[in-house]
């Protein structure tokens, strides 16, 4: 298999840019597309190259990642007339760290066989911090080969690295970790609610509970967010209600009822209405606190 050399990164956002930014402080020759140019400045300003479409993008990269909002954006990308599919060269690697549907990922790879096209689902978790940090947790499903050819770059954006199995795996993986995530959030928020409200330093109980049985990467990393009122997103609302949904659809077609999941999403879907789609998912907290 071709050495990857060139790569094309497609969706500068609140992680894309950082993950983008850590692949050319190693070496690699990195082209850039996003809606908003504007969004990719910093980029390329850093060195990144810019086109202005999707397919000029896969005409010229070795591997291109994408790191977009919705499923049905993925789908565009990858298989629309003018997209990554219909215009990747045979042999070229096609990345997608986006949380989207297991489905999808599984349509994605076998029209890209059809073309000689290397594909892997590759959603991440870690928000804003692990981007930034490169410190992201990343699950891979696709042909072990094509992971372990696309290795190197991952190893650039995080640091817990897993093959999971075929096409779709990677997605799935990241419904796990987003229903294990769901009902963590609203017991983290309505733990710091109950110690203000009971009178206590709620930065004081932070110390003694995300140490014990009760600890995790939310109580440790959005906690104080929300104490501090700092609101800004290391992962949308939005994006989180969709994750929320596509891991319900998935449970629902293998038989499995989620009830945790279920009441999650409502109250996410409760503060989405007042405003907070754009927030970060630590936002939950106003549902408790003004």
Not at 146 to 161: D, K, R, S, V
Request: charged share 20%; proline share 4%.
């Amino acid at each position: 298999m071709a050495q990857i050399k060139t790569v094309g990164f497609i969706g500068i956002g609140v992680m894309g840019r950082s993950m983008a930014g850590h692949l050319m402080d190693a070496g690699y020759e990195v082209i850039v597309y996003t809606r908003t140019k504007a969004k990719a400045d910093a980029l390329i300003q850093k060195g990144a190259s810019w086109k202005p479409a999707v397919k000029e993008i896969a005409e010229s990269a070795d591997a291109v990642i994408t790191m977009v909002g919705y499923p049905s954006d993925v789908e565009e990308i990858y298989l629309g007339e003018d997209g990554l599919v219909a215009h990747a060269a045979p042999g070229t690697y096609l990345i997608d760290m986006t949380t989207s549907k297991p489905q999808l990922a599984k349509e994605i790879e076998l029209k890209a066989k059809e073309r000689g096209i290397f594909t892997l689902d590759a959603p991440v978790s870690g928000g804003d911090i692990g981007a930034k940090n490169g410190t992201l947790a990343i699950m891979i499903g696709g042909e072990r080969t094509a992971y372990e050819a696309c290795l190197p770059l991952f190893e650039q954006m995080g640091e817990n690295i897993q093959y999971q199995g075929p096409a779709g795996s990677g997605q799935h993986t990241k419904m796990c970790n987003q229903i294990a995530i769901a009902a963590g959030m609203v017991g983290v928020a309505e733990a710091m609610a109950y110690a203000e409200k009971s009178g206590l330093d709620p930065e004081q109980v932070l110390k003694s509970i995300t140490t014990g049985a009760a600890g995790s990467w939310s109580l440790s990393n959005l906690a104080p967010r929300m104490l501090k009122g700092d609101f800004e997103p290391g992962f949308y609302v939005k994006h989180f209600i969709k994750d929320m949904g596509i891991a319900l659809e998935e449970a629902e077609l293998m038989g499995e009822e989620m009830p945790g999941l279920s009441l999650a999403k409502s109250l996410y879907e409760k503060l989405s209405e007042q405003g907070e789609e754009n927030s970060g998912t630590q936002s939950i907290y106003k549902l408790w606190v003004k």
